[in-house]
């Protein structure tokens, strides 16, 4: 069973950063492409940024040069550092891996960028 639990969200002001962290079970992150995707209130959801099982990255362009997605093997992990957030960044932030036809989601955190 493919589980995924995201973490890091939080309040942020304006250019200031986080972390989120997406934690799987029952999948292998580093043998999938896994991405990261969001979604604003009355907002449909958005791809953010993914990375390969090759390890390549691509991101929205949006966020080019501010966000960065990365994965540590050793602990089945997937991350997405977020710097410089504005306003327009807040948004429930999930991430996703697509397996044999069926898109698995986590539960989403909540980044909020505010003064």
């Known amino acids: 069973q493919v589980r995924l639990v995201e973490s890091g969200g939080g309040l942020v002001q304006p250019g200031g950063s986080l972390r989120l962290s997406c934690v799987a079970s029952?999948?292998?992150?580093?043998?999938?492409?896994v991405g990261w995707y969001r979604q604003a209130p009355g907002k449909g959801r958005e791809w953010v940024a993914s990375?390969?099982?090759?390890?390549?990255?691509s991101y929205r362009d949006s966020v080019k040069g501010r966000f960065s997605i990365s994965r540590d093997n050793a602990k089945n992990t997937v991350y997405l550092q977020m710097n410089s957030l504005t306003p327009e960044d807040a948004a429930f932030y999930y991430c996703n891996v697509y397996i044999n036809s069926i898109d698995y989601w986590g539960q989403g955190t909540q980044v909020t960028v505010s003064s």
């Open positions: 990375i390969r099982s090759d390890g390549n990255t």
């Open positions: 029952g999948v292998i992150f580093r043998l999938n492409a």
